[in-house]
């Protein structure tokens, strides 16, 4: 089957994008490369745009956008998914720098976008706010956890890299260990939607920039055990949740099976598997995430 090999970008409304936008711009230090009466257009290095704000009744994430290979053919995509007995769309243009691109919506509402694109757009790195490297993942609260791990799996070739219990999935479509994450919580929205930082000297930067903008830390930091990244979670402007992440697993070789060795690993080699519902899967370190990350 063709699958996406990475997400390049995420939709959001919200009512007020212009204060989203000035918060990705001199917070995270993403770069604004378009904007039309309708949207704005953020940038890291690697694509155009890596992050979509449009004006909405609420703040919600409404849209991913995913890569297929560069030999991959989208007519054999759409075929295939259209195959799954889903209902997709053919749009010419509809994004800035994206010719053509296969639409359809995945079982929570969200609108799969995946194209093909054989040059990278690539942007110089900021010089002012956190400048992270890149989109990391987009985390989702469903209502059926199983049912969407399924189509992630299925329809765009995602493997699974970790379950917590049988209630949190973690996705991947490259070699990090996450880009799609789905806990069931009994409604379908947004979760958080994290970068990836340096290392653990550009977390503790960026939570001093964030703390001098007054930004304060939701959870973290802290090391999670699914994935092991270290991670520190504040709200964005609009409400939704952004979290900043370094050191995440990567998976060595699929058919070998393993995440590149690292000590802080408890399992040697460690290998996709299901946790146990434990206080170590969600934060290595100890602290455990306040009620407030589930508003
Ligand atoms: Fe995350």
Redesign the pocket.
Known sequence: MIGVRKIVYACYEMPDPQQQAEYYTDILGLTLIEKDKDAVYLAHTIDHHAVVLRKGSEAKCVRLGFQIGPDDDLGAFERQTAAHGIKTVVKKDSEPTISELVSFEDPKGTVIEVFRRPEMLTQKFQRKGIVPHKLG?V?FHVTDVKAVTKFYCDVLGFRVSDWMGEFFSFLRCGVDH?TI?LMETGSNRHF?T?FELRDWSHLETACDFLSLNGYKMLWGPGRHGIGHNL?AYHRSPCGLIT?L?AELDQMKDEALGYFEPRPWHRDNPQRPKVWAKDPSAANLWGPMPPEEMMK
């Open positions: 993942h985390a996450h994450n958080h994290a991670f979290e992440f």
